[in-house]
């Protein structure tokens, strides 16, 4: 009771200072950890389970929409670049909240990747009981296992960072950038879109980003 006391006390102090600041410094291990068992430079492989069974849905799809909210928006407006850039799918980045009070045209060709921290996000989930009404395949990146995003979408990926109880995402949103980064490299490599020399580049320094963030820190 007496640690309990004192923890509180001390984080009443800092406040959510703290917070921010822990998580800052656990990025190089959650970021390490979205990559573990999914990603092997040596054996020339990435990889994600959630994946697995709808390889092929998801690399023949036309279209792919990125939802998310706030910070989870930004990381989508990353994997953009990522998605076109390395598998060669048109990508379209919807705020969530938006997306779901309009009439979007979405059609059974179309992927559409939800990306929450807390897999709770209202509009995120509204937007997906929408796109999945129209037919549309939902694949989603969320930390929180089990929760509402997590059981409505068809497939997805654990980010694995761990609670983030900072306001501002640090940690969540690297890991769902990273997750994002391997989820490109398996599309790209599965279509061909990738030549062996860059896609064996980026596993390599995929591989080295914890050290170089643990670096900078």
Known sequence: IHELTMEIERLEKGGYDYFMIKEINEQPTTILDAM?????AKEGWVRLGGMDDHVEKIKSAERFIILGCGTSWHAGLIAEYLFEGLARIPVEVE???????????????DVVIAISQSGETADTYAALELAKKNGAFLYGIVNAVGSSIARLTHAGSYIHAGPEIGVAS??????????????ALQIGRERGTISDEYFHT??????SIPQKVE???
């Open 36 to 40: 573990r068992g999914r990603l092997n």
């Open 215 to 217: 670096k900078m820190l």
């Open 95 to 109: 705020y969530a909240s938006e997306f779901r009070y309009r009439n979007p045209v979405i059609t059974d060709k």
């Open 170 to 183: 640090t940690k969540a949103f690297t890991g769902q950038v990273t997750l994002l980064t391997l989820m």
């Open 202 to 207: 980026l596993l390599n320094e995929l591989e």
